[in-house]
């Protein structure tokens, strides 16, 4: 258990309130909502930005009249005083030059994602703490687990950090899921299977196979009541991985514009697990389970994932009304817990780059970084 708010109005507060996750997070955040809440959008510290903040606030109250909500656009970074919840979806696409540099190390993108955005991080980071120290922070900045980890080094320990990965890659895994058991003749509906995907949001992500539940049983008791052998099972749950981690490079490749040099990422889904994490924080919100990235302060957590306290990666818990408390309904098979053990160690390693390049300063790009509030 780890926050409770007063009954005061909520404050949410929103840093890249005007990008593309952000407006989506805001048009689903609003029928989400309950109780008294007051509500921030944050940006760069320019009259243009400003501007832009200004005018999706009178949007919002346009599109959603008769809302109690309040929506305000922060001119300055001192007005983070007094947030419960801070949601952070700002970033910057690297340019066509960086990927390029780093497309031989990096195929994927996401650790020259986490090379852009990284000061960005540091810095809002920075401000949190000063304006807003005692807030939780949700992030969903790419790449989102080692932005996350940025996070919580730049905050202090008190503030609480969540990163939204997991979730998203639980839905797009049991959407996969459903399209393999098609193929092979089943049809199993999205909404008649439970999955949580746990670890980091790269290709080392799986699903705990304890979760996997369709049409309400588990999976290889719905298998075996359906002539399915464990091998054939085993290979449908392969490929509906295998897709899953595929699937937030085919959204930007499927919606790819002209111009190489711009790249058009997931935003739709981001927005809504966003929305929905912050919604159930707010006191008096129905509670969700999802997968989000945290880090592991108990020792039972630890040891039930036979991981180190301190580990940061994505597992179930229940948000509600302010707080959130890790699952321990599922369990990890020895082999799940060697798969995170090792992928913890990756992810490890790929902070000491992160941090080693953000320490040398060779990167790219890093200055227009330290001034882009946008994603």
């Known amino acids: 258990m780890y926050r409770f708010f007063s009954e005061s109005p909520t404050t949410v507060s929103l840093i890249g309130a005007t990008g593309k996750v952000g407006r989506q997070l805001l048009a689903n955040l609003y029928p989400l909502l309950c109780g008294r809440v007051d509500i921030r959008l944050f940006g760069s510290e320019n009259e243009r930005s400003f501007n832009q903040r ?37 970033g910057r696409w690297p340019s066509l030059k960086e990927k390029l540099r780093m497309k031989q190390q990096d195929p994927s993108g996401r650790y020259i994602q986490s090379i852009v955005n990284g000061p960005l991080i540091q810095e809002i980071g920075a401000r949190i703490g000063k304006f807003a120290p005692d807030s939780t922070v949700v992030v969903a900045t790419n790449q989102v687990d080692m932005m996350t980890h940025v996070m919580r080094e730049a905050v202090p320990e008190r503030t609480t950090v969540l990163g939204v990965g997991g979730w998203l890659d639980s839905n797009r895994f049991k959407i996969s899921l459903s399209r393999t058991l098609s193929s092979f003749g089943y049809d199993i509906e999205v909404f008649d299977i439970e999955a949580f995907m746990i670890g980091f949001h790269n290709s080392s992500m799986f699903p705990l196979e304890s979760s996997l539940k369709i049409q309400s049983r588990p999976i290889r008791e719905w298998a075996t009541l359906n002539g ?81 306290l301190g580990t940061e990666l994505s597992i179930p818990i229940e ?7 890790p699952i321990t309904l599922y369990t990890p098979s020895e082999l799940e817990k060697m798969a995170l053990c090792e992928a913890t160690l990756e992810m490890r390693h790929s902070y000491d780059q992160l941090y080693d390049q953000l320490v040398k300063g060779e990167i790219l790009g890093v200055n227009q970084a330290k001034s882009c509030f946008r994603k």
């Open 54 to 90: 200004k005018g999706l606030s009178e949007d919002l109250q346009h599109a959603f009249p008769n809302s109690p909500y309040r929506v305000k656009p922060a001119k300055s970074y001192d007005e983070l005083i007094g947030s419960d919840i801070i949601a952070v979806t700002a």
């Open 319 to 325: 948000i509600s009304s302010s707080q959130f408390i």
């Open 228 to 308: 399915i052998e464990n091998e054939i099972l085993d290979f449908m749950i392969l490929t509906a991985i295998e897709e899953t981690r595929s699937a937030g490079a085919l959204v930007s490749k499927l919606q790819k514009k002209e111009d190489p040099s711009i790249d058009t990422g997931s935003s739709v889904a981001p927005g809504r697990m966003m929305a929905e994490t912050i919604s159930a924080l707010v006191p008096g919100s129905n509670p969700i389970v999802a997968p989000c990235n945290v880090k592991i302060n108990s020792r039972e957590i630890a040891e039930l994932y036979g991981i180190d």
